[in-house]
């Protein structure tokens, strides 16, 4: 009788913001060593407020507390897999992996946005990845979601370090945790 080794959690990106035709959708990705399973999060703020985030690869409200790998060790992975509205995406069948980085320009109505840029002397950098993968043998999906770390995570750092290396360090860990179980042809 053969033994099945059990699914190892790995790790937990707080939160990323997946864009929708309708809303963009806040998750938090659950990394094992079989899939990545994106846990869609309670919305915290409205469609507008998601836009801007996604605009300036910040959360603009604070005060949600981000939730930490110990809050999914009682949760079944099959129940999370279960739910429709979480993603599924298992390791073995993704393409590619791609880590873009984007600045933004803001629109006319983001007076704000510009003029603290400039009291800053900083643009915004928004990162984003787009993970392609094999949904059946005859079909692939894309899915972008932009790297954009809750206030609690941000705010902190930023009494030492600039906007962009918060922005670029959120990322970047990201990125280290998806080559230690993706196939290293598959990042980029």
Known sequence: MASVTPETRLALIHRVIVPGEE??????????????IFVRQKSTRGNFWLRREMSYGTALVTDVVPKTLEDYEETSLDSLTADTANLAVPHEAAISLTLKKEEQKPRKYDFFVRLTMRMQKEVFQVYDFELVYRQTPNSEMMIKFYMVPLGAYFKPRRQTQTRETIL????TNALEIFQKVLPAKIVA
């Open 168 to 171: 670029r360090e959120y990322a």
């Open 23 to 36: 809303y963009p959708k806040e998750y938090a990705i659950l990394v094992t060593d079989r899939r990545s």
